[in-house]
């Protein structure tokens, strides 16, 4: 199937798997949407032994398609990207320290208060230290 954006006779049909939605990734390396056309695909497997949710799947598929489309500019991209980043690391700090979401509710904002002034003190140190060593 075809719409007034994709080619009639496309040059070259890229296959992207689930793992592989980067856009920075080189499974889109020289894709050009004019004459190229592209297939995401889930593994079967991969659906089934992965636990996942109906809201993730369509979460994941509004995200591929709001990337892909242009409708955020490559800036408010990268700031997604690096909020990922962020979340991402928290995420694995959180597992590798065996946090208990329940629980840190039930304490309250203090300690995640806390967490952060020492980080941005870590940073602001850090930082200090690198301008004055003239790095």
């Known amino acids: 199937m075809t719409?007034?954006?994709?080619?009639?006779r496309p040059r070259h049909l890229v296959l992207v798997l689930g793992d592989q939605l980067d856009a920075e990734g080189a499974a889109l390396?020289?894709?050009?949407?004019?004459?190229?056309?592209?297939?995401m695909a889930e593994v079967a497997e991969e659906s089934t032994h992965i636990r996942s949710s109906k809201q993730r799947i369509v979460l994941f598929l509004a995200a591929s398609a709001v990337?892909?489309?242009?409708?955020?500019?490559?800036?408010?991209?990268?700031?997604?990207?690096?909020?990922?980043t962020i979340?991402?690391?928290?995420g694995l700090v959180g597992l590798g320290s065996n946090v208990d979401l329940r629980k840190l509710r039930a304490v309250g904002g203090r300690p995640l208060g806390l967490a952060l002034g020492s980080?941005?003190?870590?940073?602001?140190?850090?930082?200090?230290?690198?301008?004055l060593s003239g790095l």
């Open 3 to 8: 719409d007034a954006r994709s080619p009639a």
């Open 29 to 39: 390396d020289g894709f050009d949407p004019t004459q190229d056309l592209v297939w």
């Open 67 to 84: 990337t892909s489309t242009g409708v955020l500019s490559t800036h408010v991209l990268s700031g997604v990207k690096n909020a990922e």
């Open 87 to 90: 979340l991402l690391g928290m």
């Open 119 to 131: 980080w941005a003190l870590v940073a602001v140190v850090s930082l200090g230290a690198v301008k």
